[in-house]
């Protein structure tokens, strides 16, 4: 074997090692491109689940905030019930700043006891949380009704926002 065949040897060699090694980076250039889609579905799955979900949640809001302004529902269980609902979106942020007077009714009954705990209390403490209870809602009243107006328009403009995405 003369130094000519060698250096042709090597060289094929050095040609095979560049082919397996470009060979093997573009097999990771495509493993990569996939998890980059991969990961793109995942994101557009987890907003689309996120958004189901809020639309879900404006629209029960929807219904108690209606209920609430024909006398259906009384102020403190909506108030409750809607501060508790809007707590749990997923894509708002700041709501008890947007309505405050539905949070801050909130705020001042949710220490009450309800539905098997209330009916353990005493007859004269019932009617201690019912009197504050409706003292709150007396003094909340038109700023509800205000942020109920609010309330309803905000949840109407989110849903169309949500139904488009």
């Not at 579905?41 to 979900?53: D, E, T, V």
Request: charged residues 25%.
């Amino acid at each position: 074997m003369d130094s000519s065949d060698l250096w042709l040897y090597l060289l094929l060699a050095g040609v095979v090692v560049i082919v397996g090694l470009a060979f093997y980076a573009g097999k990771l250039l495509s493993q990569l491109k996939q998890q980059k889609i991969s990961q793109a579905q995942a994101q557009q799955a987890l907003i689309a689940g996120q958004n189901a979900h809020d639309a879900k949640i404006l629209t029960s809001v929807q219904i108690i905030a209606k209920a609430m302004k024909e006398e259906q529902c009384e102020y403190a269980e909506g108030c409750w019930r809607i501060s508790v609902l809007l707590d749990s979106l997923k894509a708002s942020q700041s709501l008890d700043a947007q309505f405050p007077a539905i949070f801050e009714l909130y705020n001042q009954i949710k220490h009450m006891q309800i539905l098997d705990a209330r009916k353990e209390l005493a007859k004269k403490e019932r009617m201690k949380q019912d009197v504050e209870r409706m003292k709150a809602e007396a003094s909340l009243y038109d700023a509800i009704n205000a942020d109920l107006n609010l309330l309803l328009q905000y949840s109407q403009e989110r849903l169309a926002v949500l139904k488009q995405a």
